[in-house]
């Protein structure tokens, strides 16, 4: 009888290792909540949205309406992202839309930012296709920075998002990213966020950030949110698997400087991918 207990002992450990790939069962997957962003899932594509909260004038609704429309934006207005012809064009939308002077074209007032997210794919057979490592993605950022009531400074970088890191065991993200001075960018930021919710099911992250505005140089950080979504999928194939990311982040405050105190408002935007990625 003794043998015949180890024996079924040993079944019920096979049954209990049982499952295609490895695979997990489906956990609930963290809340991430962020209440400075609207956050749904577009009708048209099916992409997960991330869009800004600027409370715009009549005039600007108006505007926005026109290029939400087939016949586009109106004069004064224009959309500063295009990725078309680049490795994002299918895997995102990225849109910030503002107001511009009309001989510099120019961005003199932000009007939207969005960030449209392809799906994240980590499900199969109702189990996940990746619950253990980290995947870490480089990008680029870009940034409008307002000190007191002085114009809209415009910054970026094209390696600007240094780095982010999912965790899939923590079920946490990481994130640091910049802009710099350099070719045209009229502002430096740096941003940071540690240890903010993941959800390893639906690709959402974010939560409280840290950011500082290093030229024109100010002393310490103010708050800000963070909202991002990866897509793709941790699944590989050919040794190569398709996640990319895109998120959006805002903060106000004030900053210090041998001048005195400044009001300060950051908005930006940063996309990316992992560079074991599929172009």
Request: charged share 20%.
């Amino acid at each position: 009888m003794k043998y015949l207990a180890v024996w079924f002992l040993a079944l019920a450990m096979l049954a209990g290792c049982g499952g295609g790939g490895g695979g997990t069962d489906l956990p609930p997957g963290k809340g991430v909540d962020v209440a400075a962003f609207e956050t749904y899932q577009t009708k048209h594509n099916q992409r997960n949205r991330v869009r800004s909260r600027i409370t715009v004038t009549e005039a600007e609704q108006k505007a926005l309406d026109a290029f939400d429309s087939p016949a586009g934006g109106p004069a004064g207005y224009l959309s500063l992202i295009d990725l078309t012809g680049t490795p994002y064009a299918q895997h995102m939308t990225i849109e910030v839309i503002a107001s511009v002077g009309p001989d510099t074209g120019k961005a003199t007032r932000l009007l939207r930012l969005t960030a449209d997210q392809s799906q994240f794919i980590n499900e199969r057979n109702g189990r996940l296709i990746e619950a253990k490592g980290k995947y870490y993605f480089r990008g680029e950022s870009f940034a409008w920075v307002t000190i007191d009531d002085g114009p809209l400074l415009s910054g970026h970088h094209a390696q600007g998002l240094e780095n982010l890191v999912l965790d899939f065991d923590a079920q946490t993200a990481s994130i640091s990213l910049r802009t710099g001075t350099d070719n045209g960018s009229e502002t430096w930021i740096e941003l940071r966020g540690e240890n903010l919710p993941f959800n390893i099911r639906s690709g959402a992250y974010g939560g409280d950030v840290s950011i500082a505005v290093r030229h024109p140089a100010l002393e310490g950080t103010i708050a800000g949110s963070l909202r991002g979504n990866v897509g793709g999928t941790p699944g590989y194939s050919n040794d190569q698997h398709g996640m990319t990311t895109s998120g959006l982040y805002t903060g106000s405050g004030t900053l210090t400087s041998d001048q005195g105190s400044h009001e300060v408002s950051v908005d930006g935007v940063f996309f990316g991918r992992d560079p074991n990625a599929k172009p």
